[in-house]
């Protein structure tokens, strides 16, 4: 084989990596956007009193149950995931699209990302095959209980709450300074169709920064109380919106803002540079 043979094959399986790795991230920011999209519709029935389901990701799944192909649509969400993980983890292993993405803090977050969906696809599967387990509150106490229990554990579990908590601050911020921008290409993309990204990039991004901040309010302020009961999963983090002086009001804002990011999700699949 000569020298320009081998750069031809190199050249196709650099073409065949990028294009399973677009394919991977579009595919799980799909399935990323259905769940939040479908936990924003359950939060917004709370809000008005009505709905039998939890607005949290077992109340998704079960909502998608109720619908014909039901377990089909779960168990391509399951897939979707998987493919975020893997494209996550990609961006481990070789950096990130976008600016500075060979960065070590990007690909550190990158595989902790990675993680994070390996075990959200788990559980997604773990529902499909009829062993979903727990609600979110409860996993949610009994993890808090269990971190509560050994040494130092009290410090721990108010490390974490604090990081959540930051986390959603971050989240806020980022969605607050448009900081999606830099890893769209929109190039070819209307006036209109930019506005509506900034629109649903920017309230998506500070409805899902409110929940992480008040979520990892709850875990901190189990940890002062050294109470697990403190702890609240998704669903119970959204109900406490209500419990404010806005009332329902404030529930319906942010889980209208979850709906969106989820069509936000939608359209970094179609846009976003992966």
């Known amino acids: 084989m000569n020298g320009s043979e081998a750069v031809n094959r190199g050249t196709r399986a650099a073409s065949r990596g990028g294009t399973l790795r677009e394919v991977a991230g579009r595919s799980g920011l799909v399935a990323h956007g259905v769940l939040y999209a479908l936990i924003g519709v359950l939060a917004v029935r709370v809000a008005f009193g009505g709905g039998d389901k939890e607005a949290d990701r077992q ?21 979707g995931l998987v493919c975020m993980a893997l494209w996550r983890l990609s961006e481990a292993v070789f ?5 500075e993405g060979d960065k070590p803090t990007k690909r550190l977050a990158a595989a902790a990302r ?17 062993s979903g387990g727990n609600s979110g509150d409860e996993q949610s106490r009994d993890m808090t209980s269990k971190a509560l229990g050994i040494p130092a554990g009290q410090w721990l579990v108010g490390a974490v709450g ?6 959603g601050v971050v989240i806020g911020v980022q969605a607050a300074r448009r ?4 890893h769209l290409t929109m190039s070819g993309a209307s006036p209109a169709s930019r ?17 992480f901040a008040a979520a990892g309010g709850f875990v901190l302020y189990a940890a002062v109380r050294y ?17 404010t002086p ?6 319906v804002a942010v889980a209208v803002g979850l709906a969106l990011y989820g069509a936000f999700d939608w359209a970094m699949a179609r846009w976003r540079e992966v």
């Open 59 to 79: 109340g998704a799944l079960q909502e998608l149950a109720d619908k014909p192909l039901g377990s089909v649509l779960i168990w391509a969400v399951g897939i």
């Open 95 to 99: 950096g990130a699209a976008g600016p």
């Open 114 to 130: 990675c993680v994070f969906y390996v075990v959200v696809a788990f559980s997604v599967f773990a529902f499909a095959a009829g």
């Open 162 to 167: 604090l990081g959540i908590v930051v986390a």
């Open 179 to 182: 900081d999606f921008r830099e």
């Open 195 to 211: 506005k509506v990204v900034d629109f649903l990039g920017v309230t998506g991004g500070l409805a899902r920064g409110a929940v």
């Open 227 to 243: 109470d697990p009961g403190q702890a609240k999963g998704l669903d119970d983090t959204l109900r406490s919106f209500s419990l």
């Open 246 to 251: 806005a009332g329902p009001w404030l529930l």
